[in-house]
């Protein structure tokens, strides 16, 4: 099973700074044939579902705000903020959907300095 | 968005069955995998079950292997899971989501609770 790790645990950001969130699989999720990263990242708001903000570890959905951006292959990812909005506190999870079981992160918690 | 909504949880006693439904008739429904996630408050999120778009295969987490299975209607636009040999550690909240990839679009999520 691919166990994916997050760091840090919590991490807290000053209003316009940049945020860095890293993600680390225990497999390589590149996948050779296409050469994609099957590795998504998703915001969760308190009372909220989770929300789809990039995929193929990079790729931005759309409607998400250009100052998210997702970075890495192979088994190490990143999600960077790049000037930290109010409106962006919340956990934030990488997921693996390259073989199952599928697998998450166990987030990581963005808060205002 | 795509709307999905998720019915059936509640409380039920350990070594009970429950089952939940997630309907998701505004878009079309047969032509995506559904997956469950579940989620215990305050805690991560974890991969329960998937089924592929025309129901043919299915795939779960070990830790409910055997006790929980994954079905879908696509005439009803409806995807189930029915959980049986219920234990206190499957009490979360239980999202269903779409996606052949990445999961897209997320319900609300239904709660179910295993307690006596």
């Known amino acids: 099973d691919i166990v994916m790790t997050q760091s840090p645990d919590s991490l807290a950001v000053s209003l316009g700074e940049r945020a860095t969130i890293n993600c680390k699989s225990s497999?390589?999720?590149?996948?050779?044939?296409?050469?994609?990263?099957?590795l998504a990242w998703y915001q969760q708001k308190p009372g909220q579902p989770p929300k789809l903000l990039i995929s193929?570890?990079?790729t931005r959905e759309s409607g998400v705000p250009d100052r998210f951006s997702g970075g890495g292959s192979g088994t190490d990812f990143t999600l960077t903020i790049s000037s930290l909005q109010a409106e962006d506190v919340a956990v934030y999870y990488c997921?693996?959907?390259?073989?199952?079981?599928?697998?998450f992160g166990q987030g990581t918690k963005l808060q205002i300095k | 968005e795509m709307q999905l909504v998720e019915s059936g949880g509640g409380l039920v006693q350990p070594g009970g069955s429950l089952r939940l439904s997630c309907a998701g008739p505004?878009?079309?429904?047969?032509?995506?995998?559904m997956h469950w996630v579940r989620q215990v408050p305050g805690e991560g999120l974890v991969w329960v079950s998937r089924?592929?778009?025309?129901?043919?295969?299915?795939g779960y987490a070990d830790s409910v292997k055997g006790r929980f299975t994954i079905t879908r209607d696509n005439a009803k636009d409806t995807m189930y899971l029915q959980m049986n040999s219920l234990r206190a550690e499957d009490t979360a909240v239980y999202y269903c989501?779409?996606?052949?990839?990445?999961?897209?679009?997320w319900g609300q999520g239904t709660l179910v609770t295993v307690s006596s």
């Open positions: 989501t779409r996606g052949v990839a990445a999961m897209e679009d």
């Open positions: 997921q693996q959907y390259y073989s199952p079981p599928l697998s």
């Open positions: 089924v592929l778009s025309d129901g043919s295969s299915t």
């Open positions: 497999q390589n999720i590149l996948y050779s044939s296409n050469n994609r990263n099957f």
């Open positions: 193929w570890a990079s």
């Open positions: 505004r878009f079309t429904f047969s032509s995506y995998w």
